[in-house]
Structures are given as C-alpha cells and as structure tokens.
C-alpha cells in the first residue's frame, strides 16, 4: 500500500507540474462570463489512479490544488506557491482553461469537476 500511495504522489506532482507549465497554446483574450455557473474557487478534493483514491492533501504532501474561474474570463491555477493564470471559456460538457504553457479541458459531472492528465484522475469540488 505504501508503494501504491508513493506512485500516485509522484503521479499526482505530476499531474500539477503538467497543468502548470504543460504543452499549449497561448491564452486567448478573456471574455465576459459573468453569467456563467462555473465562476467561482474550485478546490481538487481527490485523486485516483488506477482505481485507488487518495486526498488531493495527501498526495501533494500538505499542498492544495485551486482553481479560480473568475467573471470577467481569467482564471488561475494555484498549487501550493506555484500560480498560473490564463483565460476560460465554457464548452461542450464544460470548461477549457488556456494560459501560457497550458491547455486542459475539464470536464462537469454535475456536482464537481473533473480533469484526467497522466492517467490521474483529479476532482475539484466548488467552494
């Protein structure tokens, strides 16, 4: 077990290392979204990987993962100290979150939302 919880940590570090300065195109230019259901702090509360569940704390050793979608298109992704910001736009199923060095869609499952990268599996849940 403790092998399992040592391989999503790093797969999880890794996930947050992708988000932050992954391949992408550079951010478009914001857009209003006020009227949007999706503004708001979002805050990852797990992480799975290959079926198995962690806590988003434990996985990134104390570190939250946040995501802020704000009304006017800008958004950040903040883990620990590290913060990127880009813009958002509402899509099919959900959102896509440009900046620079990242491109991600991520997905609405009604109550949260979801996002895959590396095969880590991550919820953010809204604050």
Not at 37 to 59: C, D, H, P
Not at 75 to 100: F, H, N, P, R
């Amino acid at each position: 077990m403790k092998r399992l919880n040592s391989i999503i940590c790093c797969l999880v570090l890794a996930v947050a290392c992708v988000l932050l300065v992954g391949c992408g195109s550079k951010a478009s230019k914001p857009q209003d979204m006020s009227s949007s259901a999706y503004v708001g702090t979002y805050k990852a509360m797990r992480a799975e990987f290959l079926g198995q569940e962690a806590s988003i704390e434990e996985v990134l050793e104390g570190k939250e993962l946040i995501l802020q979608l704000n009304a006017d298109g800008t958004g950040t992704l903040t883990t620990g100290e590290d913060v990127s910001t880009g813009t958002w736009s509402e899509v099919s199923g959900g959102i896509k979150l440009q900046g620079d060095g990242f491109n991600m869609k991520i997905d609405d499952k009604g109550d949260f939302l979801e996002t895959t990268v590396l095969g880590v599996t991550i919820q953010l849940e809204k604050q």
